[in-house]
């Protein structure tokens, strides 16, 4: 199988030229130039002026002219950027001179927006949001799949687009919104909502946004010639660009480019509003901190839309302190050395002190009076006062492997949301295609250009190496393009943006970000001097690269090649609204995450979640904060519990909208016959009461009292209770005090049920099953409470092979067999209860589940609610320690979110892993996620305590609040649990001992 990789051909086109014809010596053309022609001067002026006394002048001048040429012509680098960009650099670093938006056309914000499009002052462009493909943790398959969209996207999109991507703010104020979407009528859940503002505002979430933006002026083409012959024509006939039929004209084109698009990208067209935003956000990137603006219907265009004035300062030159350079001093100094060589007849120095002079008038009224800063930082300033300055650096991407960088992993811009430096890191590239054929052209030229220089290099300075390298790249290029008619050649530049609120912050996060993409991928940025304002416009509105001088970063690739760089991607996890479950910790974005269980059955998942992990990790404390939330939202509870730790947290629920059920209690009764319908409650009877009390449900006693207690004999009979049919088998055995006066049939049918009677009696002794026959003891009202806490602490349920050995079963204890009844009748009757009601969502939380879950009536009946869930607007969450013993009898095929917490077994955290749908293969580091650590604290030696006085903290290492969590989309993202802001609640919910004397 071919190794897929990410690739740019850089320098195919590029080769520097030697040449040989000067004494057969093999010479750049920058050295052999000067040397040809200063040295023929240097021969021929003395020949010529022999006679004029200044021989030896002429000689030496020319001399000194040819070795300083020559020299400069060996240090010239050959390639991109060119020697004019350098120079220019060089110039502006030397004359800095403060650019204001008001006055460049490259910083000028856009003319004129109309909905989606720009009008700048070079053409027009449609702009559109694309969404980020699911790519973080993806199997391969699946992330060459993300590749092979950004493919066909390349291929679609006309030359001269850009993709830009930008580290914003997630706007707080529509955090809450989401989370009060459909639930504003609920006041404990808008004060929960409220409360979590101070964390929203601690964490402060952060997403990435991808904006798409491609001219519509010229065609389908965009910027290549034919493209340009159609901006021409459209010239000529003397079309408006803001008319009606221009307009119509765009938006059909940029409909037909983005209807072509892969799907995936979801492209959506930006506002006016979006438009204004892009401009601030990028003009004072770093301390324009503002959230992408909402979409908003039916909003009246302002026009004309007037953007804020911005200026540039390159170098920082405002706060430079350099002092000011004596320039006319100097050049008089000069003067009077010239006057005094020439009147001693010393040609030479005349001619070198004259020329000093002029270069240093020349200055002087370039300007050139002080001693510039040569910072490498963009100042961008708000002459209005609107905004802090900004401070930016822009860096292209100079540098990458030759061969390449290997799929997966190629994906070097997601390093960019590794960093928490402080600052803000942006990214734009560039895609101009090019014609198949035009392209093919070039690439022959390029090749016979090697060959010649194979001759002229005679390997100067490993040349042959060197050209046989570039050779490869250019015969993979052309392999690459003859290998599909549909592939496109094209021309492609990466440039990163970094901003910051002061020089300091932008100075430590340029030396992290160059840190890390060295790491990432062996790919270089250079920070260029001099040309930052110049290198910003490659984010502004519709620039050409050539004249934003991105061209000089620019480099051939084709469609397939550069998809593999898979620029938009996305690591959200997490719904649209809901419950905040929690940060996501992939990147340094910590996005939120919300989870909407209802929501889930609404877009026809299954609503079910399992919580899972080692004792001590969150996982309960998550479950509990789900719980709450749906609670809060409306929804009903059914929890089973183990323990009483549910019971604490949801303490201060009213008494009248919950009920806490101690199985081994007198409070609640649960008697099959009572708490499930009529119409199924003795079928409900039979099926847990007959194997708990260890009889053959096919004896003629069983079948005898199937028939007693089918509804319609239980209406007759009046037999409501456990207790009454008790009762009425008693009363129809054999008097004791009279003759036998009963029927043969009543006869026979008392000898039949006495066994019945007998292993009856003998179970209700017990005070663990006090809830079944005790007909005194309430029956909560299921259907119109809003929390039921069942508490079967008293209860003792098998273990796995205890259930799936006979003999082990046969001989299991009356507490147990008790135990597994009772869990299957619980789990029964939420499920009957929830299925019931459609209309309101209801919530089975099975605390510790790995007892009920190993049994078999249990297994089968949160099997079938992970079914059917969906469709009876239900949802289950499952708390277990291990979730590969545990789901083994139930399946877990149907349940697709998981929020796993670490595990301290390695072996078990990487089989659920594994079960998680994570390969090894693709990542062999998944015990950073799954695995615990322990704490350094909890690790010292006795003697290495500070004080006498140490107050244990409970902890759990770097691992505490973490968790993964993996979506209803099958997308994962590791995660830090939002904690409780109700510190009353959070203490209810923290099970560590300790913590309430803490």
Not at 58 to 87: C, D, E, H, N, Q
Not at 332 to 358: D, K, N, W
Request: glycine share 6%; aromatic share 8%.
């Amino acid at each position: 199988m071919a190794v897929e990789s990410a690739q740019v051909f850089k320098g195919v086109h590029d080769t520097p030229t030697y040449t040989d014809l000067l004494f057969n010596k093999s010479l750049r053309i920058g050295v052999a130039v000067p040397l040809a022609l200063g040295g023929t001067a240097t021969i021929a002026l003395p020949l010529l002026f022999l006679d004029s006394g200044h021989a030896q002048t002429l000689f030496f001048v020319p001399l000194f002219l040819t070795l300083i040429s020559a020299g400069i012509g060996a240090m010239i680098p050959y390639g991109k950027p060119s020697l004019g960009f350098r120079v220019r650099s060089i110039w502006r670093t030397v004359r800095p001179k403060n650019e204001s938006s008001r006055d460049s056309m490259i910083l000028a914000p856009p003319d004129d927006v109309i909905g989606h499009l720009e009008f700048t002052k070079h053409g027009v462009y449609a702009n559109y949001l694309v969404s980020g493909l699911r790519y973080y943790l993806q199997p391969t398959k699946h992330r060459l799949g993300a590749a092979e969209r950004h493919r066909n996207m390349a291929r679609e999109v006309p030359a001269g687009a850009w993709i830009y991507s930008m580290s914003v703010p997630q706007s707080q104020r529509q955090l809450l919104r989401a989370m009060l979407h459909g639930h504003r009528d609920k006041p404990e859940w808008i004060a929960t909502c409220q409360g979590l503002a101070d964390q929203l505002a601690q964490k402060n979430p952060r997403t990435r946004v991808y904006w798409l933006r491609f001219p519509v002026d010229a065609g389908r083409e965009g910027h290549t010639p034919l493209g340009q012959a159609t901006k021409l024509k459209d010239w000529l006939a003397g079309r408006d660009k803001d008319s009606d039929e221009s307009l119509a004209a765009y938006r059909s084109l940029a409909h037909d480019i983005v209807t072509s698009l892969p799907e995936d990208f979801s492209p959506v067209p930006v506002t006016e509003d979006m438009v204004d935003w892009f401009w601030r956000r990028t003009a004072w990137r770093g301390t324009f901190t503002n959230p992408l603006p909402r979409r908003r219907q039916g909003t009246a265009r302002q026009a004309p839309r007037s953007f804020p004035v911005a200026e540039f300062d390159d170098g920082d030159q405002l706060h430079n302190s350099g002092r000011r350079l004596p320039m006319l001093p100097a050049a008089g100094v000069m003067a009077a050395l010239t006057v005094l060589a020439a009147v001693f007849v010393v040609v030479a120095p005349a001619i070198l002190f004259g020329l000093t002079t002029a270069s240093l008038v020349a200055l002087w009224c370039a300007g050139v009076r002080r001693v510039p800063s040569a910072k490498k930082v963009l100042r961008v300033s708000s002459p209005d006062g609107l905004y802090p300055d900004s401070y930016q650096a822009i860096l292209p991407v100079t540098d990458m492997p030759k061969a390449g960088i290997r799929f997966p992993g190629s994906e070097f811009l997601d390093a960019l949301d590794d960093l928490n430096t402080g600052a803000e890191f942006d990214f734009a590239i560039s895609l101009v295609g090019h014609h198949r054929e035009v392209e093919f052209v070039r690439n022959d030229r390029a090749k016979e250009n090697l060959d010649d220089q194979f001759k002229q290099r005679r390997d100067a300075r490993d040349g042959d190496r060197e050209l046989r390298d570039t050779g490869l790249q250019l015969a993979e290029y052309n392999r690459q393009l003859h290998s599909n008619s549909d592939e496109r050649p094209m021309e492609t530049a990466f440039v990163i943006a970094v901003g910051a609120k002061d020089p300091a912050t932008l100075d430590y996060s340029v030396k992290r970000l160059k840190e890390q993409l060295a790491a990432s991928g062996q790919v270089s940025v250079r920070h260029h001097r001099g040309a930052q304002a110049k290198l910003w416009a490659a984010f502004n509105s519709g620039v050409p690269t050539h004249k934003s001088s991105v061209d000089q970063f620019s480099y051939r690739t084709t469609a397939t090649k550069w998809s593999r760089f898979v620029p938009i991607t996305s690591s959200q996890v997490g719904n649209t609204n809901g419950t905040l479950l929690g940060f996501n910790t992939s990147s340094a974005l910590n996005s939120a995450a919300l989870i909407d269980l209802p929501g889930t059955a609404r877009r026809n998942h299954n609503p079910c979640l399992v919580c899972s992990g080692a004792p001590g990790y969150g996982k309960s404390y998550a479950s509990k904060r789900i719980a709450r939330g749906e609670y809060q939202r409306g929804a009903q509870l059914f929890i089973v519990d183990p323990g009483i730790e549910w019971a604490k947290a949801f303490a201060d629920v009213p008494t009248d909208r919950k009920a806490v059920i101690d199985m081994a209690g007198n409070n609640f009764g649960c008697d099959p016959l009572r708490i499930f319908p009529e119409r199924v409650a003795g079928g409900y009877w039979l099926d847990y009461m007959i194997p708990m009390m260890g009889l053959d449900s096919r004896s003629v006693a069983v079948q005898r009292l199937r028939t007693i207690l089918t509804a319609r004999a239980r209406r007759q009979l009046k037999i409501p209770s456990t207790a009454a049919l008790m009762a009425y088998i008693a009363s129809i055995q054999a008097p004791v005090d009279r003759p036998d006066t009963r029927s043969e049939q009543v006869i026979k049918l008392a000898e039949d049920l006495y066994p019945i009677l007998v292993a009856l009696q003998s179970w209700s002794t017990y005070d663990f099953t006090r809830a079944i026959f005790d007909d005194t003891l309430p029956i909560p009202d299921l259907a119109n409470l809003d929390m039921t806490i069942w508490l079967t602490e008293s209860l003792d349920l098998p273990d796995a092979e205890e259930m799936s050995t006979p003999h082990l079963y046969n001989d299991l204890s009356d507490r147990k067999k008790a135990s597994v009844a009772i869990y299957g009748m619980l789990v029964r009757l939420a499920r009957t209860t929830f299925f019931a009601n459609k209309s309101r969502f209801g919530l089975i939380v099975l605390e510790e589940a790995g007892g009920l879950l190993n049994s078999r009536a249990g297994a089968a009946d949160a099997h079938l609610i992970s079914r059917r869930a969906r469709k009876h607007y239900t949802g289950l969450l499952i708390i277990t320690q291990d979730p590969v013993a545990d789901l083994t009898l139930m399946g877990d095929k149907f349940i697709t979110q998981q929020l796993i917490v670490p595990f301290e077994n390695e072996e078990l955290a990487k089989e659920v892993a594994r079960k998680a749908g994570l390969r090894a293969a693709d990542y062999d580091d998944l015990e950073e996620y799954f695995l615990a650590e322990p704490d350094p604290e909890d690790m010292r030696e006795p003697t290495d305590f500070d004080d006498d006085e140490v107050t244990e903290r409970p902890n759990r290492g770097s691992r505490i609040g973490k968790a993964f969590f993996i979506d209803e989309f099958r997308r994962p993202a590791p995660i830090v649990v939002a904690h409780e802001p109700d510190a009353r609640l959070h203490a209810a919910y923290d099970t560590t001992p300790g913590q309430e004397a803490a």
